[in-house]
């Protein structure tokens, strides 16, 4: 199974400036992330218009090479969601359908996103796919060579299939052991990407809240994870977030707040590795003293594990609900 603390070589992107969507206003995010992306990292980009090429290479120079796909009909950023999982020489692909509170009114959308994605996945990535009949957004996996982690959105979002089931499906397709934590009742999303990271094969990154009332169940969740991991002989190290209480809106009518999903701004877990460096999200928090504050201190953190650190301001990316390691797809 492909661990991205391995060695990465390629990285898979969209680009979303002529997207009809809302994500267009994520450009700017990923301008400035592949601009520090090493050039020996193949960048493989995927544009719904050709005349976005030449602008982004205006904006961030022609020193880079960019492998362009034009896909006419996409307008995902959430790469890491909807492409799959590598193992070995195949590709094994879950049915991307996130069960969101909106989910019913997107059929048409994430239908044609799951037959576009198969398309990218052929001409970039050139490995043989392998359907995995589970709905599983890339976002719920973090794993090492031996342990899978998510959270039990997978079981929630496969009902005809009992727990037990999808662990062994799991486990014969991907050929990890598959570990499945409670999802807190607030967290719509669920994917454990928003809380935890792989560092190295023994080493797990988890998130570490201050004490507020709005993260309490969040700081729950994450003691429960931090004895799995330990429970499993895992080292872990915490990484610093601050979320911050701010919902996104959406078309779910069941709460008073104005939505259901959380903005991710504050989530420093959600970076990306390539090698020896570490990208990581920066955002403008609530005060001066919290933005300085989290910026450096999770500079210096991974700085202290042995990593070469970029930073990328991911404000505009954050009012979706994701941040760096769910835009890329890496391997």
Same mark, same amino acid.
């Given at each position: #199974?492909?661990?991205? *603390?391995?060695?990465?070589?390629?990285?898979?992107?969209?680009?979303?400036?002529?997207?009809?969507?809302?994500?267009?206003?994520?450009?700017?995010?990923?301008?400035?992330?592949?601009?520090?992306?090493?050039?020996?990292?193949?960048?493989?980009?995927?544009?719904?218009?050709?005349?976005?090429?030449?602008?982004?290479?205006?904006?961030?120079?022609?020193?880079?090479?960019?492998?362009?796909?034009?896909?006419?009909?996409?307008?995902?950023?959430?790469?890491?969601?909807?492409?799959?999982?590598?193992?070995?020489?195949?590709?094994?692909k879950p049915i991307y359908f996130p069960k969101y509170c909106d989910y019913r009114f997107r059929w048409k959308y994430f239908n044609r996103i799951n037959q576009l994605s198969k398309d990218i996945i052929s001409t970039l990535v050139k490995k043989e796919?392998?359907?995995?009949?589970?709905?599983?957004?890339?976002?719920?996996?973090?794993?090492?060579?031996?342990?899978?982690?998510?959270?039990?959105?997978?079981?929630?979002?496969?009902?005809? *299939?009992?727990?037990?089931?999808?662990?062994?499906?799991?486990?014969?397709?991907?050929?990890?052991?598959?570990?499945?934590?409670?999802?807190?009742?607030?967290?719509?999303?669920?994917?454990?990407?928003?809380?935890?990271?792989?560092?190295?094969?023994?080493?797990?990154?988890?998130?570490?809240?201050?004490?507020?009332? *709005?993260?309490?169940?969040?700081?729950?969740?994450? @003691? @429960?994870?931090?004895?799995?991991?330990?429970?499993?002989?895992? @080292?872990?190290?915490?990484?610093?977030?601050?979320?911050?209480?701010?919902?996104?809106?959406?078309?779910?009518?069941?709460?008073?707040?104005?939505?259901?999903?959380?903005?991710?701004?504050?989530?420093?877990?959600?970076?990306?590795?390539?090698?020896?460096?570490?990208?990581?999200?920066?955002?403008?928090?609530?005060?001066?003293?919290?933005?300085?504050?989290?910026?450096?201190?999770?500079?210096?953190?991974?700085?202290? #594990?042995?990593?070469?650190? @970029?930073?990328?301001?991911?404000?505009?990316?954050?009012?979706?609900?994701?941040?760096?390691?769910?835009?890329?797809?890496?391997?």
């Amino acid at each position: #199974m492909n661990c991205e *603390f391995q060695k990465v070589e390629n990285i898979i992107l969209a680009y979303p400036k002529s997207f009809k969507n809302n994500f267009k206003k994520a450009a700017s995010v990923i301008e400035e992330l592949i601009s520090k992306i090493p050039d020996k990292i193949n960048v493989k980009l995927i544009l719904s218009n050709e005349n976005d090429l030449n602008y982004l290479y205006d904006v961030i120079g022609y020193r880079k090479s960019i492998q362009p796909l034009i896909v006419k009909g996409w307008d995902e950023i959430w790469l890491r969601d909807c492409m799959g999982f590598i193992n070995g020489n195949k590709l094994i692909k879950p049915i991307y359908f996130p069960k969101y509170c909106d989910y019913r009114f997107r059929w048409k959308y994430f239908n044609r996103i799951n037959q576009l994605s198969k398309d990218i996945i052929s001409t970039l990535v050139k490995k043989e796919i392998t359907d995995i009949p589970l709905i599983w957004d890339g976002g719920n996996l973090i794993n090492n060579e031996e342990y899978g982690f998510m959270t039990s959105k997978i079981v929630e979002d496969n009902p005809t *299939f009992s727990k037990f089931y999808i662990e062994k499906m799991i486990e014969e397709y991907l050929d990890i052991k598959p570990i499945i934590i409670f999802r807190q009742d607030d967290d719509v999303i669920g994917h454990i990407d928003g809380y935890a990271s792989f560092i190295s094969n023994d080493k797990l990154g988890v998130s570490l809240y201050p004490d507020m009332n *709005f993260l309490r169940d969040d700081n729950v969740y994450l @003691e @429960e994870l931090i004895k799995s991991a330990h429970y499993l002989g895992l @080292e872990t190290v915490r990484i610093l977030d601050r979320p911050i209480d701010e919902s996104i809106k959406c078309q779910c009518k069941k709460k008073k707040r104005s939505g259901c999903y959380s903005v991710s701004r504050g989530i420093y877990i959600n970076n990306i590795i390539l090698n020896d460096l570490i990208i990581l999200p920066q955002y403008t928090l609530t005060t001066r003293r919290e933005t300085e504050f989290y910026n450096n201190r999770n500079r210096e953190l991974y700085e202290g #594990m042995g990593f070469k650190v @970029e930073t990328v301001n991911c404000d505009s990316l954050s009012q979706f609900g994701g941040s760096l390691h769910c835009l890329c797809w890496t391997y």
